[in-house]
């Protein structure tokens, strides 16, 4: 192998190697001030699931609403950071009670959990979840090349913790009363 080959592998070997993301003192910090504002302990506005990985059928689906209801937080004024890729937290209007309780009894089956929304009506869904580890991820549009529903949110966890995921879905524009689907999947190709 040239030497040109060898350092233009090397190059790209480097630049496919990011640093995950070390959440800092104030961001910890926003999150203990964000369990205070959004009572994850609260009884969830729509119900509770435990699945074990391997689950059936995948995905499992569970109807709720999406919006921030009477009186809504704005995720953004909590200034939060997704922990897995450090973006601020943006526009997301939710309510004090998390909408969905989930325990999941991780395996060593499969390396993907999948949260997705998608409403019945377009509205531009947003949703935040806190984990086991009590750090908080979010999501407002996925982004991805190739999947339908862009402002639909998606949020994965790649070799996902056993416990509680307390999951808030809202709405962008501070709608309520979306009616929503969400999503659990442990495969890649089920997605908005």
């Known amino acids: 192998m040239s030497h040109r080959i060898a350092l233009a592998l090397a190059l790209v070997s480097v630049g496919a190697c990011r640093s995950a993301f070390t959440p800092t003192p104030a961001n910890v910090a926003a999150w203990d001030r964000a369990r205070q504002t959004l009572d994850f302990n609260a009884d969830?506005?729509?119900?509770?699931?435990?699945?074990?990985?391997?689950?059936?059928?995948d995905p499992w689906t569970f109807q709720l609403t999406a919006g921030g209801g009477t009186n809504p937080v704005n995720v953004a004024d909590l200034g939060m950071?997704?922990?897995?890729?450090?973006?601020?937290?943006?526009?997301?209007?939710?309510?004090?009670?998390?909408?969905?309780?989930?325990?999941?009894?991780?395996?060593?089956?499969?390396s993907l959990l999948r949260f997705y929304v998608v409403t019945a009506n377009g509205a531009d869904a947003t949703m935040v979840i806190n984990q086991p580890n009590a750090q908080w991820r979010c999501n407002d549009d996925h982004h991805r090349g190739g999947w339908g529903h862009a402002t639909m949110p998606v949020i994965d966890f790649v070799n996902p913790q056993a416990g509680r995921y307390d999951?808030?879905?809202?709405?962008?524009?501070s709608s309520a009363h979306n009616e929503a689907t969400l999503y659990v999947t442990e495969l890649d190709n089920n997605h908005p």
């Open 167 to 173: 999951i808030w879905v809202g709405s962008y524009d």
């Open 44 to 57: 969830s506005n729509f119900g509770s699931e435990s699945l074990r990985t391997g689950f059936t059928p």
């Open 81 to 110: 950071v997704d922990a897995v890729t450090g973006e601020a937290c943006t526009r997301s209007f939710v309510t004090r009670r998390p909408d969905f309780h989930f325990s999941f009894a991780a395996g060593a089956h499969f």
